[in-house]
């Protein structure tokens, strides 16, 4: 089983000697996890992401094992900084980290900063990325955030995932529950005549429709705004 090291980052600098001394451990790929909430209100939006784009590279030169990008959803064209790194070398994307967010304790009148687990409902939001940039980039794409079932895993890979994280779901129910996640898979794919993840990879993109990314998303509302009406 391959084994993907995951280094956390907001500038180039230090993340890049952990990256190459990660490296040197053997493992056969890393991830570098872009955490970085913007609070500097003197950066503009191409100045965050320049310094992303900087600090891929440096970690890229870094290592000569291949190097997947964890985003945060918080970019004014996430679809473009999907594409900047494809063209820069990366060799996956993660759609998407999930920042912490901090919550106010009104009896102590303090900050409360927890990390709440995740729920279903937040597939959607990588679940719509992933969806509209398959293959519009070369890039493989792993979808995060939400998944609690084999179903969820699936709608990943029929929007056009590679791969899938999870980390609430393993929290919440033990390691051993990853056995039942791939058996749930495995037993719909049998169930739809599909003996390969590539048989059904993609099939739920944007290339079902024909048209653009702009057409698609406008499609996807019409119905939804439509299925109010009854
Ligand atoms: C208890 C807990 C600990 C986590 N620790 C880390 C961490 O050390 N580094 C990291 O990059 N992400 C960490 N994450 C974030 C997860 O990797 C993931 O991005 C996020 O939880 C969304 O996936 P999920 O919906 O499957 O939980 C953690 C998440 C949870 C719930």
Request: hydrophobic share 40%.
């Amino acid at each position: 089983m391959p084994l993907i090291g995951s280094v956390n980052a907001v500038t180039p600098g230090v993340c890049t000697e952990y990256a190459r001394r990660l490296a040197e451990t053997g493992i056969n790929g890393l991830e570098l996890n872009l955490y970085d909430v913007a609070a500097d209100l003197d950066q503009t939006g191409e100045q965050v992401e320049q310094r992303l784009l900087e600090t891929f590279e440096s970690v890229r030169d870094a290592v000569d094992i291949p190097v997947a990008v964890k985003l945060s959803p918080y970019f004014a064209s996430v679809g473009n900084i999907v594409k900047e790194l494809d063209e820069r070398g990366a060799r996956g994307v993660v759609l998407f980290n999930r920042f912490i967010q901090p919550d106010i304790d009104i009896e102590t009148e303090k900050l409360s900063l927890q990390m709440p687990m995740s729920s279903r409902e937040e597939i959607r939001l990588p679940l719509r990325w992933v969806t509209l940039v398959y293959a519009k980039v070369g890039v493989d794409l792993c979808g995060t955030t939400g998944i609690q079932s084999a179903e969820d895993i699936i709608k990943f890979i029929l929007g056009g995932a590679t791969t899938v994280q999870t980390a609430s779901h393993l929290y919440r129910n033990g390691i051993e529950s990853i056995s039942v996640l791939i058996q749930d898979l495995k037993k719909w794919m049998d169930e739809h005549g599909y003996s390969m993840i590539e048989d059904f990879r993609g099939k739920v993109s944007q290339l079902g429709l024909p048209g653009n990314a702009r057409r698609f998303e406008r499609a996807q509302y019409m119905k939804i705004i439509d299925s109010y009406t009854g």
